[in-house]
């Protein structure tokens, strides 16, 4: 049984969600599955937009062979390489062996090298501003080289003002029946998963996101459809100022996020403390994370969101606690900056977390270290109330 729907009168949404995966590229946990979103183009001429992932080979098939209805596929748009969409580009060549792939210069290396067969007569190279001619529709590309990996390319169909964007727009969580998003409410459905894709996919390349979204102002489009998660057909200007904020690294929302690395409870202890009174100081939001248990995944979603950081760490083997020394090194990786920050110490010989936590936040950019540093020695004592309180004052202070 298909599973497409009709997205404008020639366009169909073929794609699939995969519910079953425990980690998206093995690595980030899909509580509520993925799509894997690809396209049907029915002109004159029948292009492709994207293949999908190998573990739903089967109904994308099937998905295919009830929009074809006995015609053949002359183009496959190859927007972006990652396997999660091009795992089917073989697949498909071999059931439409006439039809040509499109793709540039890179997408054809990454052809030759995820692939074995030679590629040199079946692509179509394009470049930025290239267009190809389907009938009634065309389609110019435009390249978005790092939007995520280094081929990746958008597509624009000047007749039904739609921007093909690849990973972009794209976020995490399987599509219940609704492939619009105003099919859903997205705010409270998607928006946390779309910033935690964003965040761990995209997140290192904000240059490059930003590039896009002005070679996007200037087209006029009226639909976004993405390779992950709904197609926007209203209220695009929600998802682009939501996009146009992470690629900048601005938070969305001024308040504090506290990550609490604790081995036996005593630095969380004193982070609880520290939440208290930043909220009998009034400070809006504040919300507290132990690293060991949350997925650092969530938390660098959390950070793309927050204005305000406080690190509360033990001391662990001479160095930072493990996870949030991984924690800091994913934040490294994805160019996390422009965030303010507090930083709690604990150790009960050689304290040392607090020194390393702030080298690493200095390489990273543009990282306001709040001077003001709470030293514990195993635990909070009553007698560092007043140390307390002037750390919360510092950093309500910087929130001014
Ligand atoms: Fe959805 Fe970069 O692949």
Not at 24 to 31: I, Q, S, Y
Not at 105 to 126: A, G, H, R, S
Not at 335 to 348: E, M, Y
Not at 360 to 386: F, G, P, R, T, Y
Request: hydrophobic letters at 40%; a negative charge; aromatic letters at 10%.
């Amino acid at each position: 049984m298909h599973t497409t729907r009709k997205v404008t009168d020639d366009l169909y949404y073929i794609g699939c969600n995969d519910r079953k995966l425990e980690r998206f590229e093995n690595l980030f946990t899909l509580p509520n599955g993925v799509s894997y979103n690809s396209y049907l183009i029915m002109d004159e001429k029948v292009a492709l937009t994207d293949t999908i992932d190998a573990d739903v080979t089967d109904q994308f098939i099937e998905n295919i062979n009830y929009v074809l209805n006995g015609r053949n596929i002359d183009y496959l748009i190859i927007h972006h390489m990652e396997p999660d969409h091009g795992a089917n580009i073989k697949r498909l060549m071999d059931l439409y062996p006439d039809m040509t792939l499109v793709g540039n210069v890179k997408t054809k290396k990454m052809v030759d090298q995820f692939f074995d067969f030679d590629c040199e007569d079946c692509i179509q190279i394009v470049k930025e501003g290239d267009s190809l001619n389907l009938g009634s529709h065309t389609l110019t590309f435009y390249m978005a080289p790092m939007v995520h990996w280094p081929e990746v390319m958008v597509s624009y169909d000047e007749k039904d003002k739609v921007l093909f964007s690849a990973d972009g727009f794209g976020t995490f969580g399987a599509l219940d029946g609704g492939i619009f998003n105003d099919e859903a409410n997205f705010e409270e459905k998607y928006l946390d998963e779309a910033r935690r894709y964003y965040g761990n996919i995209v997140g290192k390349y904000g240059m490059q996101t930003a590039n896009l979204l002005k070679k996007a102002a200037g087209l006029d489009i009226q639909m976004i459809c993405p390779l992950h998660g709904p197609i926007w057909r209203s209220d695009l200007s929600y998802f682009l100022e939501k996009y146009d904020r992470w690629s900048t690294y601005t938070p969305e929302t001024e308040g504090v996020l506290i990550l609490c690395g604790s081995v036996y409870g005593h630095t969380m202890a004193a982070a609880e403390k520290i939440a208290l009174k930043l909220k009998e100081k009034g400070v809006k939001e504040v919300v507290l994370y132990d690293v060991s248990k949350t997925e650092v995944s969530y938390l660098i979603a959390e950070i793309f969101k927050y204005s305000h950081l406080i690190f509360a760490c033990a001391t662990y083997n001479n160095g930072i606690f493990p996870k949030m020394a991984d924690l800091l090194h994913d934040m490294k990786a994805l160019a996390l900056q422009k965030r303010t920050v507090g930083i709690v110490q604990n150790g009960t010989w050689a304290p040392a977390s607090g020194k390393l936590i702030r080298e690493e936040l200095e390489s990273m950019k543009d990282m306001k270290i709040v001077d003001k540093q709470v030293n514990i020695l195993s635990a909070l004592k009553a007698a560092q109330e007043s140390e307390v309180d002037d750390f919360v004052s510092a950093f309500t202070e910087s929130m001014k």
